[in-house]
């Protein structure tokens, strides 16, 4: 079992050192909304202490992704105040022990997410279809 978990924390840190920056950005997304799901539950459990715990997991993602952000971009600036936004609203979920408030983030990660994805897709898409020509 041991040796099992020691493969698994390698493969994941294999994975995150040879990513591009596009997939880190969506492993950040994915693992917030981790975080946010596993504090919903544990809201739901009465367990403050893990609550706690995976908001903060949380929120320190969105301070991550808002402090990549190229704020020479428009969308960046649009994009912080969403970040923002969302970290203000954990505060208050934290504190009030709200689901909703968790869920009203999750649907904007979820939205980051999957445009995200589609970034990416449309990118690959770009970058290895034009260059093929059918030679070998």
Same mark, same amino acid.
């Given at each position: ?28 997304? $994915?693992?917030? /909304?981790?975080?946010? =799901? ?9 367990? @403050? +202490?893990?609550?706690? !715990? ?32 969302? $970290?203000?609203? /954990?505060?208050?979920? =934290? ?9 009203? @983030? +999750?649907?904007?990660? !979820? ?26």
């Amino acid at each position: 079992m041991a040796a099992n978990l020691t493969a698994q924390n390698a493969y994941k840190q294999n994975s995150v050192t040879t990513a591009s920056p596009g997939d880190l950005t969506l492993m950040l997304y $994915n693992g917030c /909304l981790k975080f946010l =799901n596993k504090a919903k539950h544990a809201i739901q459990e009465k367990n @403050v +202490e893990e609550k706690n !715990t995976n908001l903060i997991k949380a929120q320190a993602i969105i301070s991550e992704l808002m402090a990549t952000l190229n704020m020479d971009i428009e969308i960046s600036k649009n994009m912080f105040a969403l970040y923002e936004y969302m $970290n203000h609203r /954990l505060v208050g979920a =934290n504190i009030q022990n709200d689901v909703a408030i968790i869920e009203e @983030v +999750e649907g904007l990660m !979820t939205e980051f997410r999957d445009t995200w994805k589609e970034v990416i897709r449309i990118n690959r898409q770009q970058q290895f279809g034009q260059g093929n020509t059918g030679q070998i």
